[in-house]
Every structure is written in C-alpha cells, then in structure tokens.
C-alpha cells in the first residue's frame, strides 16, 4: 500500500531554515522596534484607533486594529496592559514572518533548486535588519506579505484574487497598489496584457483599492499632510551621508548583480526590473529615503535575478524531478 504523503527529504532542511529565520527576524524586531518603545507605541495605537493620528498614519489602520484584537483576548488572562502589547505584536510577527519565508521560497521554487531558494532567504533575512528605522514600523512587513501573496497568486495563475489583495493592502499602505505595476510586467512577459481577464482584474484591482482608499478617508476624515513633496524632498537632502550609507551598502549590491544578471534573467524580471526606476522616484518624492523597510518589495525582484548568477554558472545545479518540474513552470522567457 503507497503512503497517503511522499515525504520529500529535501524539503527538510528548507523548512528548518524558514523557522530558524523567523526566530531571528522576531526577535530582531522585537528587541530594537517593540521592546524598547512599549509606551510611545500603545499611545500611537490609541491614537489611530480614536482618529486622532496625523496622516498618512491615520490611514494604515491594519496593523493597529490587528494589534487591537489579539490584546483584548490577551487581557483574559492578564491585567498588564503593556504585557499584552508586546505579546499581541509578537504573535503577529511570528505569523507575518513564517508567511513571508514561506511564501518567499515557494516564489524562489518556482526559478531554483532547493539550495539557491535557502540562499536567497537568507538574502531577504540579512536585509530586513537593515533596514529598521522606527518604532512603528511592523507594517511594512504586513506590506512585504502582500506583495508575495500577490506574485504567488499572479505566477500560479490565481490573479483573479489580486483585487481582494489590494482592498486588505490599502488599509495597511497605499504602497500595495505597485503590485500592479509588477502584474502587468507579468502580463506583458505572457504576451496576455489585452486579454479581457487581464484587463477586468486591473480595473477591478484599482477600483477596490480606491474604494478602500477613500472610505478610510471619509470614516478618520480627510487631513491634510504635512509630508508633501516638498517636505520630503527637504529632510531627504538633510540625511543625505545618511541615505547615502544605507543605499550603498544594501541596496547598490543587488541592484548592481541584478543588472549583471539581467540578460539571464526571465522577461518578467528583466520588465520588473526596469519598474524599479520610476518606484525609486516615487520613494524619493513621497518618502524618507533612510526608511528603507518601505523598500522590501524590491527584493523580491533584485534577489531572484542575483540568483541567476549562481545558476548560470553552474552551482547546485543537481536538481530532481520536482525541481526540474516547478523550474519548467517559472520559465517565462
């Protein structure tokens, strides 16, 4: 009699690395963002959630009510209302984290062997760290998450549901609506960007994540920023050593190997690739450029395609039968 489930020996070690790397981001997290600033974050919750936050952190309302949630259940079994903050907030990063990792390496599975997709995640791993700046920013993984459900259901073939990412998105950054950007890169990569399908779910994509944008807009109010581009543009220069220091030391490596790799790379992220430059240019109108969390989606573009270095040349390429199967199917060139 064959066994209901073929257990996979090489999965094994990719599973351990997930975990182990999901420890590690957790407890960075926990210790230089949660940890030290309990207080200032709970008045920051309570601020959001009463509506008297300023904008755009009004807006990004996901990561406060989640947060919101998971105490009030705490709170049956503790009084210690800074205890159940930093518990509640734990507990969320332990589900983002697993996810991202997860989701992350089924992406990679789709292009590599087993040993390169470790590789690149340990990649996404070492850059997370790097990229903390603020004692609130835990929803930039939440956005991170997003965009990995959005490209695994665009490369399995489940894009339909891209809408409904964009509706969950928006209530956590306005930022999710890029993924789109990455969806028609993958549509023209398949020659399908003028199919109707195609077209119903960009426009149904963009029209739940206006929806979403506006209601939130209507319910805490319509404020005016004080983020303009003008603002931003201003404290960019001010931090400019600063900004500098960041961008060179982790992002100009992988944007430097992805140009390398970009001829090996498939249509789609040699597409992707190029949608960096106006996302760039976006980030320096509209964000702090030393913010480099908000930046994480890039990756899932830069490190697939420094992965290609390693393949190309020949390395780990002893792949088996279900590798060989998942490489056929990410193949988009």
Not at 73 to 101: E, G, K, P
Not at 168 to 191: E, H, K, M, P, T
Request: positive net charge; contains cysteine; proline residues 5%.
């Amino acid at each position: 009699m064959k066994p209901l489930i073929r257990f996979n020996p090489h999965l094994k070690p990719a599973y351990i690395v997930i975990l182990l790397l999901t420890i590690i981001s957790v407890q960075t997290i926990s210790f230089n963002v949660i940890f030290p600033n309990v207080p200032l974050r709970m008045k920051l919750q309570t601020d959001i959630l009463s509506g008297n936050m300023e904008p755009p952190y009004q807006y990004r309302i996901l990561k406060p009510y989640a947060g919101f949630v998971i105490e009030k259940i705490i709170s049956v079994f503790s009084d210690d209302s800074a205890l159940n903050h930093v518990i509640s907030y734990q507990l969320i990063m332990i589900v983002v984290f697993l996810s991202i990792y997860i989701l992350f390496y089924l992406f990679l599975k789709l292009f590599f062997n087993n040993t390169i997709s470790i590789i690149g995640l340990i990649s996404l791993s070492i850059i997370i760290p790097l990229g903390i700046t603020s004692i609130w920013e835990e929803g930039d993984y939440y956005n991170l998450l997003f965009f990995l459900i959005g490209l695994n259901l665009i490369f399995l073939s489940k894009d339909y549901f891209l809408p409904l990412i964009m509706l969950a998105g928006v209530i956590n950054r306005d930022q999710i609506i890029f993924l789109l950007v990455f969806y028609i890169c993958y549509l023209i990569s398949i020659n399908r960007l003028w199919d109707k399908k195609s077209i119903l779910i960009i426009i149904a994509s963009i029209a739940l994540w206006g929806a979403g944008y506006y209601v939130m807009r209507m319910i805490f109010g319509f404020k005016e920023t004080k983020y303009t581009i003008q603002w931003n543009m201003a404290a960019n220069k001010q931090m400019l050593s600063q900004i500098i220091f960041l961008w060179s030391s982790m992002i100009l490596p992988f944007a430097i190997l992805s140009i390398v790799a970009f001829r090996k790379s498939p249509k789609f992220f040699r597409l992707a690739l190029i949608s960096l430059i106006p996302y760039v240019a976006i980030f320096y109108f509209f964000g702090f450029l030393t913010q480099l969390a908000k930046f994480l989606p890039a990756f899932l573009i830069m490190i697939p395609m420094c992965l290609q270095l390693v393949k190309n040349k020949g390395y780990f390429s002893s792949l088996d039968e279900a590798d060989q199967t998942m490489l056929k199917a990410g193949e988009l060139t």
